[in-house]
T-cell receptor, first 117, second 118 residues
Framework: GAVVSQHPSRVICKSGTSVKIECRSL??????MFWYRQFPKKSLMLMAT?????????EQGVEKDKFLINHASLTLSTLTVTSAHPEDSSFYIC?????????????FGPGTRLTVL | AQSVTQPDIHITVSEGASLELRCNYS??????LFWYVQSPGQGLQLLLK??????LVQGIKGFEAEFKRSQSSFNLRKPSVHWSDAAEYFC????????????????FGKGTKLSVKP
């Protein structure tokens, strides 16, 4: 149980285009999901906290208009990288916290490798 | 502010040898602590977690960790390392929901890369 999927696993796009990444909790409901970014050989940096039915909470320094988050259901959150540029190339990982489960335990997706040419 | 420090960037051990990965945290209350493992190009897998109770926590794949409040540490150990353990290991501290406005997010250390020699 407690599986989180991400789609796509890998995407290559041209500079200036937008890319949508989906994060799904497959066997549980998740009011809250998190989006992280990981640079090569670096730790995970929290970008934003996604809450079903309300606006996402962005961490300081993360551009809301560039990284659009939509959490339209209890099992799906999407991250759209708008007008992508090469510096947006990174590994994006989402996690979900199961509703009703104690405390902070999060379940992580397998990640999405974004390459912007 | 909450923070997590993993002092070792890269550790190499021989297969069959014991392993200890260090993690220190800074936190103003009782922490929730986690160890995750990440293989190249993959997401994170939870090894073990500490919320309360017994300070020695058993996890998957033969790993264990000990919470030492006096040292603000949560070191990860394994008595005998296998080649398949080579990966990146992350320690994380969880902030309780509604503590300082938190929504229960995790703060990660910078990771320790483990290499295993044959």
């Amino acid at each position: 149980g407690a599986v989180v999927s991400q789609h796509p696993s890998r995407v290559i796009c041209k500079s200036g285009t937008s890319v949508k990444i989906e994060c799904r909790s497959l066997d549980f409901q998740a009011t809250t999901m998190f989006w992280y970014r990981q640079f090569p050989k670096k730790s995970l940096m929290l970008m934003a906290t996604s809450n079903e039915g309300s606006k996402a909470t962005y961490e300081q320094g993360v551009e809301k208009d560039k990284f659009l988050i939509n959490h339209a259901s209890l099992t799906l959150s999407t991250l759209t990288v708008t007008s992508a540029h090469p510096e947006d190339s990174s590994f994006y990982i989402c996690s979900a916290r199961e509703d009703g489960r104690a405390l902070n335990e999060q379940f992580f997706g397998p990640g999405t490798r974004l390459t912007v040419l | 502010a909450q923070s997590v420090t993993q002092p070792d960037i890269h550790i190499t051990v021989s297969e069959g040898a014991s392993l200890e990965l260090r993690c220190n945290y800074s936190y103003g209350a009782t922490p929730y602590l986690f160890w995750y493992v990440q293989s190249p190009g993959q997401g994170l897998q939870l090894l073990l977690k500490y919320f309360s109770g017994d300070t020695l926590v058993q996890g998957i794949k033969g790993f264990e960790a000990e919470f030492k409040r006096s040292q603000s540490s949560f070191n990860l150990r394994k008595p005998s390392v296998h080649w398949s353990d080579a990966a990146e290991y992350f320690c994380a501290v969880g902030t309780p929901m509604n503590y300082g406005g938190s929504q229960g997010n995790l703060i990660f250390g910078k990771g320790t890369k483990l290499s295993v020699k044959p």
